[in-house]
């Protein structure tokens, strides 16, 4: 197979990440009538390969070696670059997860690629990918053109694309050989899952998300409650970090993570630029905080002037009772 | 130990952003332009380890004359040296190619680690660390909120944070990282060493002069084509809370009927 879209499979304990999904429904409108193939790097390891034909791959090309059985930037470079070498696809997707991130440059230098991150929107215009990314805190929408000429490639967020409805079609699975040489000089000694309940917020649907307005530590309990009902992840604004209310792993914003959920509750949170950096691209937004001149109700679609401790509370239950009597 | 760290000024975050009416770039009259929050976090970590380990911390900038006041800046934090390479034919590089000038200034030193921030705040790209660890032939570590550097100085064991995990990796020195803005609390520069950065030479290179062929370079890949302000969210719907109750309302009937998640 010469050219086609690629998508590099993003997983998490094994499981495909839904992210990859979305990158697959994308890979299918940009190439048209050619190929999609799925990239599944450290082997199937209980992934149903055939499947992904159901979102859109033609192909998945399998590389398995011991070296590649935990992610490193250096063996993963290191066993796609013959096979990028050799096959020459148009466009490579990759999913911007801690790991694609990490990875993505590094292979784009090793295999004389141009590389754009943070795609929310891509479309191909005579031969180049055009992408449009956030800027300066959200303050800038950049329109970022890559050359032809070259391997396209792109660092998608999640959730910006849909998972393209399922069909009933099954992709050819090949298995591809790695170079014996494949290895890392770093080394994992171990990954550490992090103790919290609920999904993780940048893939979370639903973002229940505190501020300064918490006022205590104690109170991320009522966001926990609410976010467990709605089936969504917490999160925070810097605030709370930095008080050591919540740890790092919580925050959305400039300096934490970027979510684009469906909907975003923004609890106690004023909507400082860095904040909105984070969380702007989230299709609903609604927020609650007692001062009606935050800056974060000019970007909610639903904003409510009010007491958090008052409101939380009976939100949450009205979501159980809800959720009890079935839709 | 020899360590670099790689800067970039950037606008200040809170500063308000004027799009150029041709889309060309901001306006950057009047902005405030500061040294890149994360690069802070890098300069602590490599003075850190420079006060356990001697040595010496050299800072490292591809950026327009102006940029010497961000390197500058890290001076006053306590580095030792500073080198920016400015040329108005780096004016629309790309990444990969900033990072090529800054692998071709930093190889000849051959320093035990090479440490950036994760990302800069202006354009968000996180692109030029991993890529200059590719170019330096470095192993690498992104995006690290954790690190112990071996007393023997051989290894680091570093803290990455993935999507609700931690990766705790090992890597052997040299090597290249970019930081987390947990990693640690960058120091503020102190009076004494405002008024040494203040005598510092900071030598600006042409490529020639960093020894760079500029032909080797080539071409940018990705081009920043155009500047636009975000679109505007229309305007929403605003329920007074005083009735939590009401209020309660108002937001399950969103969730259920717009949102369409209830």
Redesign the interface.
């Given at each position: 197979m010469a050219g086609g879209i690629w998508v590099l499979v993003a997983r998490?304990d094994g499981a495909v990440r839904r992210l990859t999904y979305e990158l697959l429904g994308k890979a299918r409108e940009l190439a048209g009538q050619g190929r999609v193939a799925a990239v599944l790097v450290g082997g199937e390891g209980g992934v149903d390969a055939e499947a992904l034909g159901a979102y859109g791959a033609d192909e998945v090309l399998v590389l398995a070696a011991p070296a590649l059985a935990a992610y490193?930037?250096?063996a993963y470079?290191a066993a796609l670059l013959p096979l990028l070498a050799q096959e020459r696809p148009e466009v490579l997707l990759i999913g911007s997860?801690?790991?694609g991130?990490?990875?993505?440059?590094?292979l784009?230098?090793?295999a004389g690629?141009?590389?754009?991150?943070?795609c929310q929107t891509l479309a191909r215009e005579d031969g180049a990918l055009?992408a449009i990314?956030?800027?300066?805190?959200?303050?800038?929408?950049?329109?970022?053109?890559?050359?032809p000429g070259?391997l396209h490639i792109a660092v998608v967020l999640p959730g910006v694309f849909p998972v393209p409805p399922r069909r009933d079609r099954r992709a050819e699975v090949r298995r591809v050989p790695v170079p014996p040489e494949v290895g890392?000089?770093?080394?994992?000694?171990?990954?550490?899952?992090?103790e919290?309940e609920t999904v993780?917020?940048?893939?979370a649907?639903?973002v229940v998300s505190g501020g300064r307005g918490l006022r205590g530590p104690e109170h991320f309990a009522l966001l926990e409650e609410l976010a467990r009902a709605?089936g969504g992840a917490v999160g925070s604004s810097r605030p709370p970090?930095d008080s050591g209310w919540v740890p790092?792993?919580y925050e959305i914003g400039?300096?934490g993570k970027t979510v684009a959920p469906?909907?975003y509750l923004a609890v106690g949170i004023s909507g400082a630029?860095?904040h909105l950096a984070g969380m702007?691209g989230s299709?609903?937004?609604?927020a609650?905080n007692?001062d009606p001149q935050a800056p974060i109700?000019?970007?909610?679609?639903?904003?409510?002037?009010?007491?958090l401790f008052?409101?939380v509370p009976?939100?949450t239950a009205?979501?159980r009772r809800?959720?009890q009597a079935g839709p | 130990m020899e360590i670099v760290v790689c800067i970039k000024q950037v606008p200040d975050t809170e500063a308000p952003i004027r799009i150029r009416p041709d889309g060309s770039g901001i306006d950057e009259t009047g902005v405030n332009l500061v040294m890149n929050y994360y690069d802070e976090h890098a300069t602590e970590a490599a003075l850190q380890l420079r006060e356990r380990f001697g040595g010496t911390v050299t800072l490292v900038s591809v950026g327009p004359e102006r940029a010497r006041e961000a390197l500058r800046q890290g001076l006053a934090m306590g580095a030792d040296e500073a080198v920016l390479v400015s040329d108005p034919r780096l004016a629309r590089a790309d990444h990969l190619q900033v990072a090529r000038v800054l692998a071709a200034v930093i190889a000849p030193r051959r320093p035990d680690l090479v440490i950036c921030g994760k990302l800069s705040t202006d354009d968000n790209a996180a692109l030029v660390g991993p890529a200059l660890a590719a170019l330096l032939d470095l192993p690498q570590a992104t995006a690290v909120s954790r690190l112990e550097v071996a007393e023997d100085a051989t290894h680091a064991l570093v803290h990455r944070e993935l999507e609700g995990a931690v990766e705790v990796l090992e890597l052997p020195l040299p090597a290249l990282l970019t930081v987390e803005r947990n990693l640690n609390e960058p120091r503020y520069p102190s009076l004494p060493g405002i008024m040494k950065a203040k005598r510092k030479e900071i030598p600006v290179l042409t490529l020639e002069a960093a020894g760079i062929d500029p032909e080797a370079l080539g071409t940018p890949g990705a081009v920043l084509e155009r500047l636009a302000p975000p679109p505007a969210r229309p305007p929403g719907q605003r329920v007074d809370g005083q009735d939590p109750d009401a209020a309660v309302e108002a937001i399950v009937r969103y969730l259920a009927e717009t949102a369409k998640v209830l």
């Amino acid at each position: 197979m010469a050219g086609g879209i690629w998508v590099l499979v993003a997983r998490e304990d094994g499981a495909v990440r839904r992210l990859t999904y979305e990158l697959l429904g994308k890979a299918r409108e940009l190439a048209g009538q050619g190929r999609v193939a799925a990239v599944l790097v450290g082997g199937e390891g209980g992934v149903d390969a055939e499947a992904l034909g159901a979102y859109g791959a033609d192909e998945v090309l399998v590389l398995a070696a011991p070296a590649l059985a935990a992610y490193t930037a250096e063996a993963y470079t290191a066993a796609l670059l013959p096979l990028l070498a050799q096959e020459r696809p148009e466009v490579l997707l990759i999913g911007s997860t801690a790991q694609g991130r990490d990875l993505a440059p590094r292979l784009a230098v090793r295999a004389g690629a141009a590389i754009v991150t943070d795609c929310q929107t891509l479309a191909r215009e005579d031969g180049a990918l055009v992408a449009i990314r956030p800027m300066y805190t959200r303050k800038a929408i950049g329109t970022v053109r890559l050359l032809p000429g070259r391997l396209h490639i792109a660092v998608v967020l999640p959730g910006v694309f849909p998972v393209p409805p399922r069909r009933d079609r099954r992709a050819e699975v090949r298995r591809v050989p790695v170079p014996p040489e494949v290895g890392s000089r770093a080394r994992v000694r171990e990954v550490r899952a992090l103790e919290r309940e609920t999904v993780p917020l940048t893939e979370a649907d639903i973002v229940v998300s505190g501020g300064r307005g918490l006022r205590g530590p104690e109170h991320f309990a009522l966001l926990e409650e609410l976010a467990r009902a709605l089936g969504g992840a917490v999160g925070s604004s810097r605030p709370p970090v930095d008080s050591g209310w919540v740890p790092h792993d919580y925050e959305i914003g400039q300096t934490g993570k970027t979510v684009a959920p469906q909907v975003y509750l923004a609890v106690g949170i004023s909507g400082a630029p860095q904040h909105l950096a984070g969380m702007s691209g989230s299709k609903h937004i609604i927020a609650i905080n007692k001062d009606p001149q935050a800056p974060i109700f000019q970007v909610a679609d639903l904003g409510v002037v009010g007491d958090l401790f008052e409101i939380v509370p009976r939100l949450t239950a009205a979501v159980r009772r809800r959720k009890q009597a079935g839709p | 130990m020899e360590i670099v760290v790689c800067i970039k000024q950037v606008p200040d975050t809170e500063a308000p952003i004027r799009i150029r009416p041709d889309g060309s770039g901001i306006d950057e009259t009047g902005v405030n332009l500061v040294m890149n929050y994360y690069d802070e976090h890098a300069t602590e970590a490599a003075l850190q380890l420079r006060e356990r380990f001697g040595g010496t911390v050299t800072l490292v900038s591809v950026g327009p004359e102006r940029a010497r006041e961000a390197l500058r800046q890290g001076l006053a934090m306590g580095a030792d040296e500073a080198v920016l390479v400015s040329d108005p034919r780096l004016a629309r590089a790309d990444h990969l190619q900033v990072a090529r000038v800054l692998a071709a200034v930093i190889a000849p030193r051959r320093p035990d680690l090479v440490i950036c921030g994760k990302l800069s705040t202006d354009d968000n790209a996180a692109l030029v660390g991993p890529a200059l660890a590719a170019l330096l032939d470095l192993p690498q570590a992104t995006a690290v909120s954790r690190l112990e550097v071996a007393e023997d100085a051989t290894h680091a064991l570093v803290h990455r944070e993935l999507e609700g995990a931690v990766e705790v990796l090992e890597l052997p020195l040299p090597a290249l990282l970019t930081v987390e803005r947990n990693l640690n609390e960058p120091r503020y520069p102190s009076l004494p060493g405002i008024m040494k950065a203040k005598r510092k030479e900071i030598p600006v290179l042409t490529l020639e002069a960093a020894g760079i062929d500029p032909e080797a370079l080539g071409t940018p890949g990705a081009v920043l084509e155009r500047l636009a302000p975000p679109p505007a969210r229309p305007p929403g719907q605003r329920v007074d809370g005083q009735d939590p109750d009401a209020a309660v309302e108002a937001i399950v009937r969103y969730l259920a009927e717009t949102a369409k998640v209830l």
